[in-house]
């Protein structure tokens, strides 16, 4: 069966440090993966989704990036963290135009 | 650009009440549509989605949706709700086309059922 990972589930950093959060997934090939920003109120924002190796695609200008370095692995990456950047972020997994499944999820907190 | 909307932001109900809850999107083309759930400290799950077919779509827990292209809507229902269905409820909507990766949420809906 498929298994998404992602973590840590909690971190704390300072503005201006950098961030890097990873995702992957097991039991499966060549998922569709996302990712996106849940805040109160708020929904599910997408951020980013990939549909194969190198091919990211950003649906909101931000301080943020992501790569996928390997075909189940996607990295949340910023190079400096703003405040604003704080959130509770989520991975997810899906074969093309079928449900997604999601992480556990990243609360980050910048202080 | 595709969008989805939930109207009820909050709602209270008392258990064995009837729930609906709303769900509008905007596309024109063929869609994929979803309800999901998460419970207080859980992940998000999938309660029921619909791609083609019977536009009454029948989920998990109880719950039902029914698709209505001529509305854009999706809206999800229960006919006896219980406490255990307290929970942050999701629409989302893959639409076709060069969106067809994508998977948009609404902004969700959180209800609250008292015992």
């Known amino acids: 069966s498929q298994t998404i990972h992602q973590w840590p589930a909690t971190l704390v950093q300072p503005v201006g440090s950098p961030l890097s959060l990873e995702c992957t997934v097991e039991?499966?090939?060549?998922?569709?993966l996302y990712w996106y920003r849940q805040a109160a109120g708020r929904g599910l924002q997408l951020l980013f989704y990939?549909?194969?190796?190198?091919?990211i695609s950003s649906e909101v200008p931000q301080n943020l990036s992501a790569s996928r370095p390997q075909d189940r692995q996607f990295i949340l990456s910023s190079k400096k963290l703003l405040l604003s950047d704080s959130g509770f972020y989520l991975c997810?997994?899906?074969?093309?135009?079928?449900?997604?499944?999601f992480g556990q999820g990243t609360r980050l907190t910048v202080v | 650009a595709q969008s989805v909307s939930q109207h009820n932001h909050h709602v209270i109900l008392s258990e064995a009440a009837s729930l609906e809850l709303g769900c509008n999107y905007s596309y024109g083309g063929t869609v994929n549509l979803f309800w999901y759930v998460q419970y207080p400290g859980q992940h998000l799950q999938l309660l029921l989605k619909y791609f083609s077919g019977d536009p009454l779509v029948k989920g998990i827990k109880g719950f039902e949706a029914e698709f209505i292209k001529s509305k854009f809507s999706f809206n999800l229902r229960k006919p006896s709700v219980q406490w255990s269905d307290t929970a942050e409820y999701f629409c989302?909507?893959?639409?076709?086309?060069?969106?067809?990766?994508?998977?948009?949420f609404g902004s969700g809906t959180r209800l609250l059922v008292r015992p």
């Open positions: 039991g499966t090939s060549n998922p569709n």
């Open positions: 997810a997994w899906s074969a093309t135009r079928l449900e997604a499944f």
């Open positions: 989302a909507v893959n639409a076709g086309g060069d969106s067809s990766y994508k998977l948009i």
């Open positions: 990939s549909v194969g190796i190198g091919q």
